[in-house]
């Protein structure tokens, strides 16, 4: 499993990579109005940065990547929201529409309207995947290697997260694409060839209409592009925590290090060769099917396990060790000794 773990993690950092390019590219374009086309060189300056950035993290190991997600992460996502509610409270007209286009369309759709739902489930089951990692086990190896007094206590933070990440923010993303409705005016065309990140920042500049433009568009991009940047780390971390229980060897986990990197730069130089980016995403998608397929059975079989956790945290009298629990936890015995050392 560690080494499909790996595996699965070298699928996804390249796409992941390409998403932090794009919004580095989206916030030149709009705080600083240079135009950043593929054959540009500041596709490859962006590039260079990401990369000398993620080395500098990786080679800290997962102190420091925890250090850098903890600080990004939480102030991003809440200039994020706050961003979005603003331009739905502005445009407080359109919820009605909202409502009307998401529950009509979607039992008897027009036929533009159709291609964009379709567009919009395909996608979202995608992302939406990728974003609350449910059922891949992924989630499971940063909690377990974080510092919590049991292990249904670190799954309870872990749940929340899955909550603010994929029904707040998600759902907010699907107001603003919905309400700017570009798909129906007379920029549907040019709308539907834009980029993932662009088609977004359109529909967030029909929302604003000028009003607070030059602020938002970058900030959101800033957003976007801290949000691809961590989700990398994301993926490098789970790499090496399985590396880790491959073997313990310095060398063996700096080998996997300079793996990983060296797939995110043949990623990043892909993307700035021009080729199709779509195989990014297919690689990313597929690895997200693997993983989904190997690790729900396992879920079945642990579910006793599981369940005898979750009863000793709700008597919550005794610490969680071998002793208490009635099977071997070395990590949990150690853990214990060590505070009351």
């Known amino acids: 499993m560690s080494f499909l773990y790996i595996l699965y993690a070298i699928l996804c950092i390249p796409?992941?990579?390409?998403?932090?390019?794009?919004?580095?590219?989206?916030?030149?374009?709009?705080?600083?109005?240079?135009?950043?086309?593929?054959?540009s060189i500041l596709i490859w300056i962006f590039f260079a940065v990401l990369l000398i950035i993620a080395t500098f993290s990786v080679f800290g190991g997962l102190a420091r990547i925890t250090r850098i997600t903890d600080v990004l992460v939480p102030f991003m996502a809440v200039i994020y929201v706050v961003a979005v509610?603003?331009?739905?409270?502005?445009?407080?007209?359109?919820?009605?529409?909202?409502?009307?286009?998401?529950?009509?369309?979607?039992?008897?759709?027009?036929?533009?309207?159709?291609?964009?739902?379709?567009?919009?489930?395909?996608q979202g089951i995608k992302r939406g995947l990728m974003s609350n990692e449910a059922g891949q086990g992924t989630l499971t190896m940063p909690a377990a290697v974080s510092d919590a007094n049991h292990p249904c206590e670190q799954g309870a933070f872990q749940a929340i997260g899955v909550f603010l990440?994929?029904?707040?923010?998600?759902?907010?993303?699907?107001?603003?694409?919905?309400m700017g409705r570009l798909w129906t005016t007379s920029q549907a065309e040019s709308w539907f060839q834009l980029g993932r990140l662009e088609k977004f920042l359109a529909s967030c500049g029909e929302l604003l209409s000028g009003a607070g433009e030059n602020v938002v568009l970058p900030?959101?991009?800033?957003?976007?592009?801290?949000?691809?940047?961590t989700t990398l780390l994301g993926f490098l971390s789970f790499s090496e925590i399985c590396a880790r229980e491959i073997s313990q060897s310095n060398r063996f986990i700096t080998v996997v290090r300079f793996v990983d990197?060296?797939?995110?730069?043949?990623?990043?130089?892909?993307?700035?060769?021009?080729?199709?980016?779509?195989a990014l995403w297919n690689l990313s998608d597929f690895a997200n099917i693997v993983m989904v397929c190997v690790n729900l059975p396992l879920l079945y079989v642990g579910f006793e396990k599981v369940r005898k956790a979750f009863n000793h945290f709700e008597c919550g009298k005794d610490k969680f060790n071998t002793a208490t629990f009635g099977e071997s936890?070395?990590?949990?015995?150690?853990?214990?000794?060590?505070v009351r050392r």
């Not at 730069?265 to 080729?275: D, P, W």
């Open 15 to 39: 796409a992941q990579g390409f998403n932090a390019v794009s919004a580095m590219v989206s916030v030149s374009e709009n705080v600083f109005g240079l135009s950043a086309g593929s054959d």
């Open 85 to 122: 509610l603003a331009m739905v409270l502005l445009n407080l007209d359109r919820l009605p529409w909202f409502f009307y286009a998401v529950i009509t369309e979607a039992f008897n759709p027009e036929p533009i309207f159709g291609g964009a739902l379709g567009i919009a489930l395909s």
């Open 165 to 178: 990440d994929t029904i707040i923010i998600c759902t907010l993303t699907g107001f603003v694409v919905i």
């Open 219 to 229: 900030t959101i991009s800033v957003c976007f592009g801290v949000f691809a940047f």
């Open 261 to 278: 990197l060296s797939v995110l730069a043949f990623g990043m130089a892909t993307a700035g060769a021009g080729f199709d980016l779509s």
């Open 329 to 338: 936890l070395p990590v949990w015995d150690e853990k214990n000794f060590s």
